[in-house]
């Protein structure tokens, strides 16, 4: 697949961006910077959240919001019904994934570009949503050139870990940055591979440091300088995830995205495995609601749970 067949096979299953009025986002930094560059781009507002574990939802659109208005930001659902923009690997071949009714909604580029765990897993999309929501929109690559605003560079190379990748997939992750997305903020800085100014693990080093430093926020940082809620929370870290934002948005400029602060709390069950029991048939708002590979044998998978809690 040539990049333009991938950004025009994107950008007609995304049709439904049209009707979204709102996001549930991811509870990460790669979650966060998607979220940021939607609404500023359409001016969605974020109505909850999802660790993987929990869904918050704001208590004025708890069960009233209809689905189609409904985008579910780097979060791999697959309930009928739910549209998805993610980057996850989802299904362990094709005729897998035409199973699942919200795959074909879902705007993943690995689905679209045909990358499984059993099939070209490691020709994978390697970068996080932000960078796929960035190229997909026409984002100006500037913002990840480091001769221009290191600290964009390192947004640009922070969500998902590619300056990691680089060890051990650097072709696959030089591929996907031009080859792939041309134009993408990625672009500039994986232009510059095989030079001394290549240098994707500083960038990202001072974009986590401008984070914590403009935000206040230093816990929860992995050792890939990424930001993360801690799982298993009992309410989402508002106050971080705005302080985040809050130093995203300054940096480029974006329209200020404000957090809701009361949420009805759905509980769920994460699990680890080899596969979901019963997928892909258990997939559905009332078995797995949502499920990616995280390696190429392991999964990480959510049930349903029946119980729910204000907060």
Known sequence: ??????????????AWRTETRYQIINTDIDGLLAAAKLHDHFGWPVIGFNDLTTIWVEETHQGRTPKSQVAWVDLAMCRPGDRC?????????AQEASVIEAHGHSVNPNLIAGRYQNDLYKEKYPFGTYQWVSWLLGEDERRGDPAIDRIGAGLAWMPDGPSISMGKYKTNVLNWACELMPGSILHPGARLADTPSFTPRAWVAEAKQYLTRASGVCTN????????????????????????????????GWKRLT??????????????????PGWP???????????????????????????????
Do not use: C, F, N
Not at 2 to 13: D, I, N, T
Not at 291 to 310: E, F, L, N, P, Q
């Open 1 to 14: 697949m040539k990049a333009e067949q991938l950004r025009a096979a994107a950008l007609k299953r995304w």
């Open 85 to 93: 923009i993610d980057q996850h690997v989802v299904a362990r071949t």
């Open 221 to 252: 940082w992995g050792e890939s300088d990424q930001w993360s809620q801690p799982p298993g929370e009992q309410v989402p870290r508002r106050d971080d995830m705005q302080a985040l934002l809050d130093a995203i948005t300054r940096h480029y």
């Open 259 to 276: 957090l809701p602060s009361r949420y009805v709390a759905t509980r769920g069950s994460r699990d680890w495995d080899g596969v979901p």
């Open 281 to 311: 048939q258990s997939a559905g708002a009332s078995g797995v609601i949502s499920a990616a590979a995280i390696t190429g044998k392991k999964w990480s998978w959510t049930t349903a749970v029946d119980t729910r809690a204000r907060s």
